[in-house]
C-alpha cells in the first residue's frame, strides 16, 4: 500500500500528477529520486519545512485545443513545461 495517495490526495486531479518517487536511506542521507515528466531540473522546486518535511514541486502547464468534427466536440489536452 502506497503512502503517496494519502498525502497527494484521492481526487481525479492529483491522481493524474502524482509523482514517482524512490526513496532510500543510507548511513549518510536519506535519497530521493522523483519521476517528473514534463519537467526539466530547473522547474522544480525542492525545500525543506520546519526542518522536517522535504517538499518537492514544479507546475506543468495545459494546452487544451477544442475542435468540431463529424458533429462531436473533440477536446485533446497537453501537458508541456
Excluded: Y
Excluded at 16 to 36: M, Q
Excluded at 52 to 79: C, D, F, H, P, Y
Amino acid at each position: 500500500m502506497s503512502l503517496i495517495p494519502h498525502f497527494f490526495g484521492n481526487d481525479e486531479a492529483t491522481t493524474f500528477c502524482e509523482p514517482g518517487i524512490d526513496w532510500k536511506e543510507t548511513p549518510e542521507a536519506h535519497v530521493f529520486k522523483a519521476d517528473l515528466p514534463g519537467l526539466n531540473k530547473e522547474e522544480v522546486k525542492v525545500e525543506i519545512e520546519e526542518d522536517r518535511v522535504l517538499q518537492i514541486s514544479g507546475e506543468r502547464s495545459v494546452e487544451k485545443k477544442t475542435r468540431m468534427m463529424l458533429g462531436i466536440e473533440w477536446t485533446v489536452a497537453v501537458a508541456s513545461s
